[in-house]
């Protein structure tokens, strides 16, 4: 049986630059089915889940509800809920946790702040705290976005929970079905693609020591996909592992050409070329829809530049 996946792998499809865009993921606990929409199809309120997609609009906030890997009968409403707020923007990477047996409190939070890369607003109104566990493994498995949602990340997830990590959650769309299983790491909030296990306890272990493993990595959801993709090329033309070394400060440009400049924390700096092409031959963006090419973000030249040539804007 054919699937989009199938075809984006057989047709290496590349895969920097495919990350959703988001500074900060807030994340909610919610057992048992999702549909396609999960903040409004699930067993969450939905008029809590329209609530909340309009305080996240145009703040930087993305919001996604998660569960633990398993079977997901419906056991009705959970007494406490684990919730997670992660801002990936290097030099202010942040991950914090709380739970709560009121997801309505969420609505207290200031989603500006937050964006922004201020946690004090998810410590005040749900009592959050620092998270000092293991990172996050967030692995997509909803298939009622896509059916590979569900063949690939489902099993994923489940093998690595039985192997014993601990930050291994089912969470609801990190988008690009056709890359799956897709992944979202937190909190350096690189998402990768066509992930296996053993590819993921690396990818885990160097979250642990800082660093970034940018085999099948997709980008940063910091950035915008044209950022994204500048970023991976210039950590693999420098060697660069660190994962709070690089930013991207400087976008230039629009569709379907663009200039990125990439900083380093020691003061180097990279000017990136990333061109927007169309991915062909056409094939399925996801499984059931008609043929298509996706956008792809390719990037055309990697140039140093001495500091002082280049006006830097935040």
Known sequence: MSTCTTASRDLDEPLAGTAATARTWLLLEQPGPWGAKALTSSHLDPALGRALEAAAQDTGVRIALIRRPGRHADCGTPAERQVYAAHTTPGNVWLHSATTCAPERLLDLDFTALGTGDPRTFDAALQGRLHTGDPLALVCTNGKRDRCCALLGRPLAAE?????????????????????????????????????????????????????????????????????????????????????????VRTEGAAPRWEVTVAHTDGRLWRVIVAQGASLPPRPESCGSALGSPARMDVVAVREMPRATIPVAC
Do not use: D
């Open 160 to 248: 690595l929970a039985a192997s014993g990590v601990a930050g291994s959650w089912e969470v609801t769309h990190l988008g690009g079905h056709r890359f799956s299983p897709t992944l979202l790491v937190l909190p350096y909030g690189y998402a990768y693609g066509r992930a296996e296990a053993h590819a993921v306890k690396e990818i885990l272990q160097g979250v642990r020591e800082g660093r970034v493993v940018t085999e099948g990595c997709r980008g940063n959801s910091a950035w915008e996909r044209p950022g994204q993709a500048a970023e991976l090329a210039v950590r693999r033309a420098c060697g660069e592992h660190a994962a709070e070394a690089l930013g991207v």
